[in-house]
């Protein structure tokens, strides 16, 4: 079971997001609605992996999905990013792995593309 951290604007797409980690077993230790957010969540619980949207608001400096991955990067070379977003040119996936992000997931979002995911990176 890993611990994880969801981070979307969204507050529908963050109760999707858990529903269906829950459901594959795993604890959502937290939640965030930007960036910022995400960063002192971070701080505070150290999760396992962190499910990322890429478009979000800027907050307190930082710019979007990707900026808060670049944050996260900074504060734990190791941090285990899985972006998600319905922008799955080539450019934002390219932009998201370029910053630090492990793996890409584009919505809409299923029980079965997370499972493989988190099989993926051994969770």
């Known amino acids: 079971m890993a611990k994880i951290l969801v ?3 969204a507050r529908v797409m963050r109760y999707h997001i858990t529903k269906l980690l ?3 077993g795993h604890e959502v230790i937290a939640e965030a609605k930007d960036g910022y957010e ?4 971070y701080k505070k619980n150290k999760p396992d992996f962190v499910c ?3 478009e979000m608001p800027t907050s307190h400096e930082i710019k ?4 808060a991955v670049q944050e996260l990067i900074k504060i734990d070379s190791s941090a285990v990013i899985i972006m998600i977003s319905a922008q799955t040119d ?4 390219s932009k998201a792995l370029k910053n630090g992000a492990k793996n890409f997931i ?3 979002i299923t029980q079965q593309k997370l499972e493989e995911m988190i099989t993926h990176l051994g969770f």
Not at 38 to 41: C, L, Y
Not at 90 to 93: I, R, W
């Open 64 to 67: 979007g999905g990707i900026g």
């Open 90 to 93: 080539k450019d934002n996936v």
């Open 22 to 24: 829950t459901q594959l």
């Open 38 to 41: 995400a960063v002192e969540e």
């Open 106 to 108: 584009c919505k809409p």
């Open 52 to 54: 990322m949207d890429l």
């Open 7 to 9: 981070v979307d604007d």
